[in-house]
């Protein structure tokens, strides 16, 4: 049982005096404890700092590492055991609570735990499943995960024996070695696994022999031929078991040569719910489809107002060519930022912290970072994607036409305030534990959020703004579209390439960087899905109480903002004072499909 401490009592009190509605839709600063904490909070910390101790301690050693720096390496059976361990631990402990008694607050933190917990303990127990596949493949992997147990402690090694043990380790690699590449194909998802599995132990006995060598002088004379020998094998082995990873019947291969992993049906299912979505990936193409079509006709009245009738690509050819010269873009990024600034504060829409207003950077994106990102990126600074001198002169006019003024109009106040450099200020100064519920719905959701909003309420004035404004809002219809019709198996990655390119009107080397970074940067299969989904998520809230007039803009903006980064279904049961059960399930229709 988990006693009730003070501060649970004072929050309980606190809460008879303030509710959530009311403390949103108050525009004078309302300090309570309820902008930083909730009767779950400490529990919240609690969890996430055993779990980073557990991952710390169990990880590959790094010399010289501090607390929470560790090699990217699966889980061992023995560390993997230990998480799923404190996960239980952690269910029962909420479990113990009485969720009737919390505030809104409190109720939110508890879902958003629960939800945290388990969904790990279900990563961890498909992690187990699939290891237990691929064991076969790894018959000497005790004997290393031996070794670093007995470093984890310093006790003294016999060196001597050590090196028996890594010969007879290296002769049972390369008779796996051996039997692989005499083998069939294994399954992409678990020759990947197998590849983890593999890496990971290599990783784990570089981090014994690091501690050991140079230190000891008997394992420093014995130790050191057989370990080269062992780790180069491993190396080897590694990418031979990723090399038998077939396609399977989701997977295609074409001439992109971009490779991913389509996740499938349910596995996407699984993720929207996680991610607390209430439509299927079917609702959410046909979604996509009809914010397509608005655009659509959005976009033919702007290229007729330019006089190319219903020739929108000839329209969007004139935008693209107004591009600046080279080394003026940084210019054109502190216009573009000073002209939304100033529409936002005519039309009281969010306040600008002083603080914030001041401190963005500016970065020049590298050649090579622009062959995956031919856009900018931002966060503290924006990283602006423009020509430098290396790049070849065709490349340099597909990044100028691809940057240009109006396509640009979006992208700064979406990436610098009130977008993600806005996010960043606030969410590292309000309810900072909920960072560990972070969410691309809320992230990306809440900059794309305000390119629909300042699009409704008349920033984009001439036909070429509008354009301009278009592109993007197409391109996050269109990154619905192929995303998941490429993890449903439905298309392959040059049938991505080509549908930016004719649907959007990407240059083409523009529409192969968002393709390949889509599939091969590292990005969840639903982070494509999170930028128009949270952003039609957070105007239909905004619909709700602001339009309605129960809020301001500025209320409801900080209301957002102040409770960090969560599913954005959480937001709104916060700030509606929604009524919650211990076992909530994710309910919200946010789309009217009529």
Not at 102 to 115: A, E, R, T
Not at 198 to 203: E, F, H, R, V
Not at 561 to 589: G, Y
């Amino acid at each position: 049982m988990i006693r009730q401490c003070f501060l649970c009592t004072l929050l309980s009190v606190t809460f008879c005096f303030a509710g959530a509605l009311a403390t949103a839709q108050s525009e004078k600063r309302d300090f309570n404890l309820y902008e930083q904490t909730s009767e779950v909070a400490g529990l919240i910390i609690e969890y996430g700092q055993d779990i980073k101790a557990i991952q710390h301690f169990y990880s590959p050693l790094v010399q010289g590492r501090g607390f929470g720096q560790n090699i990217e390496a699966l889980n061992s059976p023995e560390q993997r055991q230990r998480l799923m361990a404190v996960d239980k631990k952690y269910l029962q402990s909420l479990s113990s609570m009485n969720f009737s008694a919390m505030s809104i607050y409190g109720k939110v933190d508890y879902l958003l735990l629960k939800g945290n917990v388990e969904n790990h303990l279900l990563t961890l127990d498909q992690e187990e499943k699939e290891y237990a596949l691929i064991e076969k493949y790894i018959p000497f992997a005790d004997k290393i995960y031996k070794l670093e147990k007995i470093r984890r402690r310093g006790a003294t090694m016999d060196g001597q024996q050590v090196a028996v043990t890594l010969n007879q380790v290296l002769e049972d690699v390369k008779s796996s070695l051996e039997n692989i590449e005499k083998s069939g194909s294994v399954d992409m998802t678990l020759a990947l696994r197998g590849q983890q599995a593999i890496s990971g132990l290599q990783a784990r006995l570089k981090g014994t022999f690091d501690f050991y060598n140079g230190y000891d002088p008997q394992f420093s004379w014995w130790v050191p031929k057989p370990y080269q020998s062992l780790d180069s094998t491993l190396t080897a082995y590694a990418k031979a078991v990723k090399a038998k990873g077939k396609l399977n019947t989701t997977q295609k291969a074409d001439v992109s040569g971009i490779k991913g992993v389509p996740i499938g049906s349910q596995e996407l299912l699984r993720q929207l719910k996680e991610e607390m979505i209430n439509y299927s990936p079917e609702e959410l193409i046909e979604l996509a489809n009809r914010e397509f079509a608005w655009c659509d006709k959005e976009l033919l009245k702007a290229s007729t107002e330019m006089g190319f009738g219903n020739d929108w690509k000839k329209a969007q050819e004139k935008v693209k060519n107004s591009y600046v010269p080279a080394g003026t873009q940084p210019e054109l990024i502190m216009k573009l930022y000073n002209e939304s600034k100033d529409f936002i504060l005519k039309n009281k829409l969010i306040e600008y912290p002083e603080i914030a207003d001041e401190t963005w950077g500016m970065q020049m994106m590298t050649p090579e970072r622009q062959l995956v990102n031919p856009f900018f990126l931002g966060g503290r600074d924006i990283i602006i994607s423009y020509p430098t001198n290396t790049m070849a002169h065709a490349d340099k006019l597909m990044s100028m036409r691809g940057n240009n003024p109006y396509f640009s109009r979006s992208t700064v106040h979406h990436e610098l305030v009130p977008g993600h450099h806005l996010q960043y200020y606030m969410s590292s100064r309000y309810k900072t534990y909920r960072s560990e519920f972070r969410t691309p719905f809320w992230t990306e959701g809440w900059a794309l959020y305000w390119e629909l909003l300042l699009y409704d309420k008349g920033f984009a004035k001439t036909p070429e703004e509008r354009i301009g404004m278009l592109f993007w809002r197409m391109h996050r219809c269109a990154r619905i579209i192929f995303s998941l019709n490429y993890h449903l198996g439905k298309w392959t990655p040059q049938q991505c390439i080509d549908f930016l390119v004719d649907r959007v009107g990407h240059e083409r080397a523009n529409a192969e960087g968002e393709v390949r970074r889509s599939f091969e940067g590292g990005y969840s299969p639903l982070y494509q899905v999170a930028y128009l989904i949270g952003g039609l998520q957070i105007f239909s809230l905004k619909t709700e109480l602001v339009d309605s007039g129960k809020m301001t803009y500025n209320q409801f903006h900080q209301a957002v903002l102040r409770e960090n980064n969560i599913p954005v279904e959480m937001v709104r049961a916060i700030l509606v004072n929604q009524p919650l059960k211990p076992d909530f399930k994710t309910q919200w229709k946010f789309y009217n499909f009529k």
